[in-house]
């Protein structure tokens, strides 16, 4: 039981780390309900497993410097990547496509999977308010693997100028679970984003972030088409 609590313990500072991209530990202890002797003795272990780092120091009051901690390369590929056996397999089955068929088509295969997953989401997301229909969304891509999370747009957060309360969300995922699959076919992502506009057909989605460009996660602005 110990062993599954540490386990569990350190893939949440993995993914605060993912969310927040630094931390001391202080902020770690206090954030998660964990003393800093405990939450130092995690970082040791994750530092000896290379998936963080610390980058710098701080000084907080009195104290010694606090050093601030940050996911290695390594950690994030984990945490972005997960189990890359699927991944691989996936992209060695597209790339035998492409030869095969030609990427052309290969693209439009892309599609026709992503407008089937569509009307799955569609029908699965329901018909309530865009809030109820977005934190729908971000189950189903919790289900699928992905680190997603929404938030409303504050009317400070935004040049759009003013709306309705509850009618704009942010969208972010901080890991992509067909990470391997994008960077050997980067339209699927254009397919994934017209997956959501059409799964949210009272909307317009637009990309905010994306991690093939380099980004620590992939964002989307979610926006009810009579808020502009």
């Given at each position: 039981m110990?062993?599954?609590?540490?386990?569990?313990?350190?893939?949440?500072?993995?993914?605060?780390?993912?969310?927040?991209s630094?931390a001391?530990?202080f902020?770690?202890?206090?954030?998660l309900?964990i003393?800093?002797?405990a939450?130092?003795r995690?970082?040791?272990d994750?530092?000896?497993?290379?998936?963080?780092?610390?980058?710098?120091?701080?000084?907080?009051?009195?104290?010694r410097?606090?050093?601030?901690?940050?996911?290695?390369?390594?950690g994030?590929?984990?945490?972005?990547?997960?189990?890359?056996?699927?991944g691989?397999f996936a992209?060695?089955?597209?790339?035998?496509?492409?030869e095969?068929?030609?990427?052309?088509?290969?693209?439009s295969?892309l599609r026709?999977?992503?407008?089937?997953k569509a009307?799955?989401y569609?029908?699965?997301?329901?018909?309530?308010s865009?809030?109820e229909?977005v934190?729908n969304l971000?189950?189903l891509?919790?289900?699928e693997?992905?680190?997603a999370?929404?938030y409303?747009?504050?009317?400070?957060?935004s040049?759009?100028?003013?709306s309705?309360?509850?009618?704009?969300f942010?969208?972010m995922?901080?890991n992509?679970?067909?990470?391997n699959v994008?960077?050997?076919?980067?339209?699927?992502?254009?397919?994934?984003l017209e997956m959501?506009?059409?799964v949210?057909?009272d909307c317009?989605?637009?990309?905010?972030?994306?991690?093939i460009?380099?980004?620590h996660?992939?964002?989307?602005?979610?926006?009810a088409?009579?808020?502009k």
């Amino acid at each position: 039981m110990a062993t599954t609590q540490q386990s569990s313990t350190k893939q949440e500072i993995l993914e605060y780390l993912l969310k927040q991209s630094r931390a001391t530990a202080f902020e770690l202890a206090e954030t998660l309900d964990i003393s800093p002797q405990a939450i130092r003795r995690h970082l040791k272990d994750l530092e000896a497993e290379k998936l963080i780092l610390y980058s710098s120091s701080i000084q907080e009051g009195m104290g010694r410097p606090q050093h601030v901690y940050q996911l290695s390369r390594e950690g994030r590929d984990r945490l972005q990547r997960g189990d890359n056996s699927y991944g691989e397999f996936a992209v060695s089955l597209l790339d035998t496509l492409a030869e095969t068929v030609g990427r052309d088509q290969v693209s439009s295969i892309l599609r026709k999977q992503w407008e089937r997953k569509a009307l799955l989401y569609r029908d699965r997301l329901g018909k309530g308010s865009l809030q109820e229909r977005v934190a729908n969304l971000v189950e189903l891509r919790k289900g699928e693997g992905f680190m997603a999370e929404c938030y409303p747009v504050e009317s400070n957060e935004s040049e759009l100028g003013d709306s309705d309360e509850g009618d704009r969300f942010i969208l972010m995922e901080h890991n992509c679970a067909i990470s391997n699959v994008a960077e050997s076919f980067p339209s699927i992502c254009g397919h994934e984003l017209e997956m959501f506009a059409a799964v949210l057909p009272d909307c317009t989605v637009e990309r905010t972030h994306w991690i093939i460009n380099g980004e620590h996660r992939c964002g989307y602005l979610v926006q009810a088409r009579n808020s502009k």
